[in-house]
């Protein structure tokens, strides 16, 4: 099974800046990596795909990079409605894995 | 617009079965897989179990033998049927919808909570 490490556990930011995410894989998942944000009390919300592709419907300011073990969602300027719980997920092998989630958290 | 309603959630006790039904509309039902997600009170998303669009399963190894997913397409359903459950498969149970060939999800249910407890 692969294990998807994400870091760090919460960040503590004020909106407007920026926000950087990792998620590391313990094997080679080459671009096979999604991004979602969860919020309490709703469903969660596709952002990335593969890595470095957005959604449809999501706004600009998300990003994904990475490929192989080591993967980054950056949201270049956090929006009130941002501060949520972002989990990564991996398809590249049977089981499905997600990371363990980060809090993005107003400071 | 996609709309995905869970239901079958609730209280059972240590070794009993529960059956999960997920209802999904505007789409095209047949042609995508679906899956199941869970998270445990306090704990992050943990995937269950998909169904593709030709029928072919998927199981975490917390589940394999014993939760069975199932699809309907007459009946635009999908179900998950759990049996000798634990205390640890309490959780909120998403169906959820995947991308055309691919197997991350885009569409999400509301969830229904599964509670085992004696």
Not at chain 1, 23 to 52: E, F, M, N, T
Not at chain 2, 38 to 49: F, H, I, T
Request: aromatic share 10%.
């Amino acid at each position: 099974e692969i294990v998807l490490t994400q870091s760090p556990a919460t960040l503590s930011l004020s909106p407007g800046e920026r926000a950087t995410l990792s998620c590391r894989a313990s094997q080679s998942v080459s671009s096979y990596l999604a991004w979602y944000q969860h919020k309490p009390g709703q469903a969660p919300r596709l952002l990335i795909y593969d890595a470095s592709n957005r959604a449809t419907g999501i706004p600009a300011r998300f990003s994904g990079s990475g490929s192989g073990t080591d993967f980054t969602l950056t949201i270049s300027s956090l929006e009130p409605e941002d501060f949520a719980l972002y989990y990564c997920q991996q398809r590249s092998n049977w089981p499905l894995t997600f990371g363990q989630g980060t809090k993005v958290e107003i400071k | 617009e996609v709309q995905l309603l869970e239901s079958g959630g609730g209280l059972v006790q240590p070794g009993g079965s529960l059956r999960l039904s997920c209802a999904a509309s505007g789409f095209t039902f047949s042609n995508y897989g679906m899956t199941w997600v869970r998270q445990a009170p306090g704990k992050g998303l943990e995937w269950v179990s998909l169904i593709g669009a030709t029928g072919g399963t998927q199981y975490a190894d917390s589940v394999k033998g014993r939760f069975t997913i199932s699809r309907d397409n007459s009946k635009n359903t999908v179900y998950l049927g759990m049996n000798s459950l634990r205390a640890e498969d309490t959780a909120v149970y998403y169906c959820a919808k995947t991308m055309t060939s691919l197997a991350y999800v885009d569409y999400w249910g509301q969830g229904t909570l599964v509670t085992v407890s004696s």
